[in-house]
């Protein structure tokens, strides 16, 4: 099982891969929402904020106020960040839990 630490990396380099996205994709498909994402059986909570498209201020805490929030297990999402666990796939067999607007989903799925 993944630790907190290998979490938050993971999240970090997402946040790397998303500022990573072409430009033009970016802005057509560009969020400015809030995020939190717990990991289930860590109990371990991340929020930060998706700022045209970028994910910044990452932070170890909860944020229930959130616009987006997800929740997985660490080891989805470490699938998931790197690639081996295809995030749709991941949400319709509940391996991904997304609490959003479908838009900001649409969106969102559109950039990853």
């Known amino acids: 099982m993944p630790t907190v630490q290998e979490c938050e990396t993971a999240l970090r ?6 500022s990573d996205v072409e430009p033009g994709l970016r802005e057509r ?3 400015d929402r809030t995020l939190s994402c717990h990991v289930i059986d ?3 909570d991340f929020s930060g904020r998706i700022d045209n498209g970028e994910l910044v201020d990452l932070q170890t805490r909860a944020d229930p ?3 987006v ?3 997985l297990t660490s080891d989805d999402l470490l699938a998931l960040t790197e690639g081996r666990l295809n995030i749709g796939a991941a949400w319709a067999t509940g391996r991904l839990r997304i609490d959003a607007s479908v838009f900001d989903l649409l969106k969102l799925w559109s950039l990853l």
């Open 13 to 18: 380099g997402l946040a790397g891969r998303l």
């Open 29 to 31: 498909h560009a969020l």
């Open 42 to 44: 860590l109990e371990a």
């Open 65 to 67: 106020d959130a616009q």
């Open 69 to 71: 929030r997800i929740s």
